[in-house]
């Protein structure tokens, strides 16, 4: 009953390099998003997919590139981090996209520090 | 601007007490509005999701209510357990375009002590 599975769960990574998040669900969901997490504010979504070969951008789209491979996994890429990205960064999924009354379900977060 | 106001930002209680916790809201339109659990290192859980229509809803020992007219929610939580320690996160999804965007509050973080 795995869910929303998210690796690597810690990463430490130096300005300028590079790296790719991975996210998988095994529910059938249509929609994936991709979000982040900083201390002292909300969850702010970064890039989301409604839908198998569809991607959009989020709130805080910037530094970040995505691609949903198939219809099970969504991964998000940092071409050169820079320490404002360090973060936990959450994946998620659901049946339908946000305003129908699907619940979201989280992944348990990649814990990402940059140096 | 949408926003989704919590409070208080911290409770404290002992084991086996009640306690409610308040979220405001500024979204419009309106679409949902859904309460989740964070534990400490997990991802958020969903406990609730309410529509416009809906006034209360359960799941165990929380209980969610809506007033929509006056753009307030609360959580309740019944008989605290120490499992019940985590943050408590509302969400409020718009209506607006094709998708919908979820705004979420920056959550009350709750201990419970034995």
């Known amino acids: 009953n795995a869910g929303v599975t998210q690796t690597p769960k810690f990463q430490v990574l130096k300005t300028g390099q590079s790296m790719t998040l991975q996210c998988a669900q095994d529910?059938?969901?249509?929609?994936m998003y991709w979000y982040r997490q900083d201390p002292g504010m909300g969850l702010r979504l970064i890039y989301y997919?409604?839908?198998?070969?569809?991607?959009d951008k989020g709130e805080v789209p910037n530094g970040y590139n995505v691609s949903r491979l198939n219809k099970r996994e969504f991964s998000l890429r940092l071409e050169s981090a820079a320490p404002s990205q360090t973060s936990v960064y959450f994946c998620?999924?659901?049946?339908?996209?946000?305003?129908?009354?699907?619940?979201?379900?989280f992944g348990d977060g990649t814990r990402l520090s940059i140096l | 601007k949408n926003q989704v106001e919590q409070s208080p930002q911290s409770l404290i209680i002992l084991e086996g007490k009640n306690c409610t916790l308040q979220?405001?809201?500024?979204?419009?339109?309106?679409?949902?509005l859904r309460w989740y659990k964070q534990d400490t290192g997990r991802g958020p859980v969903s406990l609730t999701i309410?529509?416009?229509?809906?006034n209360t809803k359960s799941n165990g020992r929380y209980t969610a209510t809506l007033d929509a007219d006056t753009k307030q929610s609360s959580l309740h939580i019944t008989a605290s357990q120490l499992s019940d320690s985590a943050s408590y996160i509302c969400?409020?999804?718009?209506?607006?375009?094709?998708?919908?965007?979820?705004?979420f509050g920056k959550g009350t973080k709750l201990s419970v002590k034995p």
């Open positions: 998620a999924s659901s049946a339908t996209v946000s305003n129908s009354n699907q619940p979201q379900h």
């Open positions: 529910m059938n969901h249509n929609s």
């Open positions: 997919s409604a839908s198998e070969g569809t991607t």
């Open positions: 979220c405001n809201y500024t979204v419009s339109p309106f679409s949902n």
């Open positions: 309410m529509t416009f229509s809906e």
């Open positions: 969400v409020v999804s718009d209506d607006g375009g094709s998708q919908g965007n979820l705004i």
